[in-house]
């Protein structure tokens, strides 16, 4: 890539679609229907985290003898059935980067199954150069290989990436990865670690817009 250019990379829940907190009402649900205490600190702890890492964090929380599987299965079976609402501006920093050439990449701990059905319906799978979903690596966020993977993808440098994230896990992935870390905060607001490893925090994508502007001049 030439000096002057750039690629983003976006994550998706939280940042493309507002689903982290149906994600975590439906958790709330299933949990309380059972009797079970529900403890909202083990589903912040897994954004960003693929489904392996998920599972460990709420067996950190609940117990080895917890059985996550049944939820994490009936979760998805619900999350399957519904559609989400876009973030605002999705539609406006997408086109903006296609209109100014910058190769787009989505890299999302989801696997590819829900991150392509969410896609489609929504219309945005042709914004994307390449994707990468949780499934497709080995490492969960925040190890930095899903970062690096889409890099490749789409032929750029770390240095040369741009990374749109709303959870802690996301922005020290994009951190680990060489990586300039862009948080728009949804759920989770920066604490002093986060605003330490981020290069900026920004209020939503219409304000992302102008910041790569400056990056790519």
């Not at 998920?54 to 996550?68: P, Q, S």
């Not at 990468?132 to 750029?156: N, Q, W, Y």
């Amino acid at each position: 890539m030439k000096a002057h250019e750039i690629a983003v990379i976006f994550d998706m829940d939280g940042v493309i679609f507002d689903s982290e907190q149906a994600y975590i009402d439906i958790y709330r649900e299933l949990l309380t229907r059972d009797g079970i205490t529900f403890i909202e600190q083990a589903c912040i702890d897994a954004i960003g985290a693929n489904w392996l890492r998920t599972r460990e964090i709420w067996h950190e929380y609940y117990g080895d003898a917890f059985d996550f599987e049944p939820y994490h299965a009936e979760a998805r079976a619900i999350l399957t059935k519904k559609s989400f609402p876009l973030k605002p501006y999705v539609h406006e920093i997408f086109d903006h980067l296609k209109a100014q050439e910058v190769p787009i990449a989505l890299a999302s701990s989801t696997r590819e199954e829900s991150v392509m059905r969410m896609l489609s319906e929504a219309d945005l799978v042709k914004y994307f150069d390449a994707i990468i979903c949780g499934d497709m690596v080995s490492h969960s966020k925040p190890h930095p290989e899903i970062f690096l993977t889409a890099a490749e993808r789409l032929s750029a440098a770390p240095a040369d990436c741009y990374v749109i994230e709303d959870s802690y896990n996301g922005i020290r992935c994009a951190h680990n990865a060489g990586m300039h870390p862009i948080m728009v905060p949804d759920i989770l607001h920066p604490d002093d670690e986060i605003r330490g490893l981020a290069e900026v925090v920004l209020p939503n994508l219409h304000e992302v817009i102008p910041y790569l502007e400056k990056a790519m001049r």
